[in-house]
């Protein structure tokens, strides 16, 4: 895929939990060096003249064919003036999405030892209208303060013109026909590999996912309550496709008066429950029990805070045995052998987390990192370039393959080669 500065950019916008990731990863390790780009950290939106982005993370723009992430505001757009701007969204019921983004998270906190919480609580700690809120303050770059002032009727006519002006909107189930339109432009293949879903974390931590049919009746209709905006924006624009242009929404049935503002004042206190209970209640328990039967995790975490290595290893290895399909924990393993001189060891266990998170970027470069420390220059390199494919952004793996007598520009040649051969095959 060559550098065209008239070709359209594609703009994805990634809504938590609506298969951003399949097509994230799947961008990364097809598209050629610097047409893809996702800015990692959000602007400042607080900022009453907009969001601001560090300059100096974004890329060539006449390179880039597609940008993605959390954190897109169309103030990126500027960079594009001259080109075809292809606006993309996929959403999620309210339900749904309150759903998958709670066992998300409690899988998530369980694979590093944190404690849960209840569905309840989750509820009272985000915020209302997620989407809804997500869309109007980092794409429209609208600061919160106005946000706190506007009525929803307000809201859902910012964000139903905003829509309108879309390539496509859909559900996240219109994932797979989302990244074959996409690829048959940038030349990509059609399918992607599924990331980052339900299926994969349960083999890595014992949680039962909570479903819509075990949920009270009384918790739907709150939902639904709560959520109005984001219940009309599923029903109005899901299907849309291609063809938002065409949407008429529907109307926003009872809008609410100063819920918004109510809810953000009282928010910050569930929010506070939620983090006592994920990292101090699991602490607690651990010092009640005198260390013997508290999370193991713990444990290994303060052994490796006070660079005891040895014990670090240790309580690692403990941890893997009730844990042994936590990726992250098999890198922090790694980490404590290698510091601890059993390198050997270090890139078995970098390995092996690789084996159960092929996509890890970070994996690959503490994987390059044990390989160089045992004289594997040439393996060395692969693993650095692997990373280096997952994920663009960070200096690393360049600075590691720089200072291996490679230069800039062997570099990106390699890049492209290895995408090239990866597309062939």
């Known amino acids: 895929m060559q550098a065209d500065p008239s070709a359209p950019v594609y703009f994805i916008l990634h809504i938590p939990k609506t298969a951003g990731q399949t097509i994230q990863q799947h961008l990364a390790d097809h598209c050629a060096p610097g047409a893809s780009w996702g800015p990692h950290q959000a602007p400042r939106l607080q900022a009453l003249s907009g969001p601001r982005y560090d300059p100096g993370s974004f890329p060539e723009a006449s390179r880039i064919r597609a940008v993605f992430g959390h954190n897109l505001s169309r103030s990126l757009e500027k960079y594009f003036l001259e080109r075809e701007i292809r606006r993309v969204v996929l959403l999620r019921d309210p339900i749904g999405l309150h759903l998958s983004l709670y066992n998300h998270r409690m899988m998530l906190h369980l694979a ?69 339109a996409i690829s048959r432009d940038l030349g990509l293949p059609a399918a992607a590999r599924r990331r980052n879903t339900a299926a994969e974390w349960e083999k890595r931590v014992t949680w039962q996912p909570l479903k819509a049919a075990e949920l009270p009746p009384a918790t739907h209709e709150a939902i639904l309550a709560d959520n109005p905006l984001d219940l009309a924006l599923w029903e109005s624009w899901h299907t849309a496709g291609f063809n938002p242009a065409r949407v008429r929404p529907r109307p926003l049935e009872s809008p609410r008066r100063s819920f918004f503002l109510a809810h953000e004042i009282v928010r910050p206190i569930f929010t506070g429950v939620c983090r006592y209970q994920r990292d101090w209640v699991p602490r607690l328990h651990a010092g009640r029990a005198g260390g013997a039967g508290g999370p193991k995790i713990l444990r290994a975490e303060r052994a490796q805070e006070a660079r005891k290595w040895k014990l670090a290893a240790r309580h690692y290895r403990e941890v893997l045995l009730d844990m042994p399909n936590a990726p992250e924990i098999w890198v922090q393993y790694g980490h404590a052998l290698k510091e601890s001189g059993n390198v050997a060891e270090a890139e078995t266990a970098y390995r092996n987390s690789i084996e159960l998170e092929p996509s890890s970027a970070d994996a690959h470069l503490q994987l390059g990192h044990a390989l160089k420390i045992q004289g ?4 060395a390199v692969g693993a650095y370039f692997r990373s280096l494919a997952l994920d663009p952004a960070p200096r690393h793996p360049r600075d590691e393959l720089i200072a291996l007598g490679w230069t800039t520009e062997r570099i990106e040649q390699q890049l492209r080669d290895t995408r090239v051969q990866r597309v062939s095959s």
């Open 112 to 180: 590093k030892g944190l404690g849960t919480y209840s569905f309840g609580l989750h509820l009272r700690a985000l915020r209302c209208d997620f989407i809804a809120h997500r869309l109007l303050a980092r794409w429209l770059g609208i600061p919160w303060p106005v946000l706190m002032a506007m009525t929803d009727q307000q809201k859902y006519a910012a964000l139903n013109r905003a829509l309108s002006q879309f390539w496509f909107v859909g559900s996240y189930t219109d994932c797979d026909r989302l990244v074959a």
């Open 376 to 379: 594997r220059i040439d393996e």
